[in-house]
């Protein structure tokens, strides 16, 4: 399995209940983390959320039942 990209993921030290989060709350280390990290189009091409139906962060979003969530602005209130 190619999983190399893996070691260089910026979320590689978060707790699964970070990575796997539901609620954009729990979320936001891990969406922090994707907005520096260098494997973003290799995360996304190997869980592929739309298909997989993936419940959690990836490539910079938080995804549920591979559909994009919406996550409130850091400065807004929440509009999800
Ligand atoms: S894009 Fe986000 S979820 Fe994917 S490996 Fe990087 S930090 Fe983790």
């Not at 590689?12 to 609620?23: I, T």
């Not at 969406?31 to 290799?42: D, E, I, K, S, W």
């Not at 959690?56 to 807004?76: D, I, Q």
Request: charged share 20%.
């Amino acid at each position: 399995m190619d999983g190399y990209w893996q070691a260089a993921a910026a979320c590689a030290g978060l707790p699964p209940a970070v990575v796997f989060a539901r609620k954009p709350k729990d979320a936001a280390p891990a969406l922090r983390a994707c907005a520096v990290c260098p494997v973003r189009r290799q995360c996304v091409s190997a869980v592929a959320p739309a298909e997989s139906l993936f419940d959690g962060v990836c490539g910079g979003r938080l995804w549920r039942n591979g559909r994009p969530a919406a996550v409130p602005s850091s400065s807004g209130s929440p509009r999800d």
